[in-house]
């Protein structure tokens, strides 16, 4: 009897996953065909202007909600249910019938059709990556295979990208579950706006493959699409999921490779997510001396720096190397981590500022700058009473 309990325990788990998924068909079957069949006209329910619609062209008054529909299919496709695979491939063919019907048209005869469009042509993309993910797990996929598949489709969309008289040609080259699917956009890699995609079951597994892909970026050698870097580019979504090491300490030794081609943004955005106090110590530091961040066409420096500021527990590493860059800054003029330190208004920094008015050899010191941070800590923040008095007495001087 215990051993029969014992084993009902160990599928427990399985039997209500499975039911899980079964809902989540049947909820997704629902939402894909209610079953009130009412029609209306396309061009007199969808708010696009200046579109070329069918005006005879009929369409359930029901229509599937793109957004909770493709939140279904996301969780389908993490649920790693290979049993769903056929189940949501026949839900996929019947929907298509009905896109067919009264999408379609729009669609194609539109090029920048409007969001209530391409919402409907969206959910197609996502049954297509639901079932991507699914059948990797069908087909036991290894990790090394799942990776080759994003790899080669990766570098379709890049020749697509240079080879644009053989687009039509390369796009049937692209793996599809439906041929009306690949026939909606047959020259092109157009997606729709998805909020998911067919790695992401799989993004942790694929680590070891995104870092050495990482690992053999240098721009200086592989300023294309179709690289090494091409690659790495693309799939920034990606790495910004996995946190190594590795990853951070290729940032540090190859900073000046992505800044030269424009590209340090996303070594702030993986700072922004994950903190290696090495690598946050290097760019808080390029922050404020680096004019090629200055010389951008837009500016983001204040943006870099609250990406910083997002993993650094209590600032520590971010206001400690501002507070080293002060001085020779200043030496050269650059009052940029004074600045910046004003968005610490903290006892430490108070009291690294009331140092700065008396350090003597500064040339260059804004003492205007300087007070005038000192009097807005004091009207943002408590300080020890003797810190307090020596900025207030600091004040009264400044004053008279």
Known sequence: MKSIIFTLSLLLPFTLLAQDAQDELNILEQALFPDDQTTVLLYQSIDCPNHQIDSTLRIRASQPDPQRVLAMLRRLGHSKKEDCFDRV??????????????????????????????????ILTGFEYALTSLDFVRKQYTAEQIFQHYQEEMDLNAEMLVNAADRCQLAKRYKVYSSEYRALNPCSF??????????????????????????????????????????VWASRKFLKRIEAKQISTYFVEHYDNWATHHRAGFLYDYAGVFHHQALAKLLTQHLVTDQRLARAKVDFRSHYLALLLKQDSNYTVVKSTLM??????????????LLYLQQFPDEEVAVFLLELLEAPNLERKPDELIVGTLQAFLEKSHFSPAVESAIRSCLADVRR
């Open 190 to 231: 157009y997606r729709g706006v998805v909020p998911f995609h067919y790695l992401d079951p799989f993004v942790q597994s694929l680590a070891p493959h995104f870092i050495q892909v990482l690992q053999d970026c240098d721009w200086n050698q592989q300023d294309s699409v179709g690289s090494s870097c091409g690659l």
């Open 89 to 122: 491939e026949q839900l996929y063919h019947r929907h298509l019938q009905n896109f067919a019907k009264e999408w379609a048209a729009a669609y194609q005869h539109n090029y920048y059709a409007c969001e209530t469009i391409t919402g409907q042509f969206s």
């Open 324 to 337: 080293s860059a002060v001085k020779p800054q200043l030496q050269g003029g650059n009052f940029l981590p």
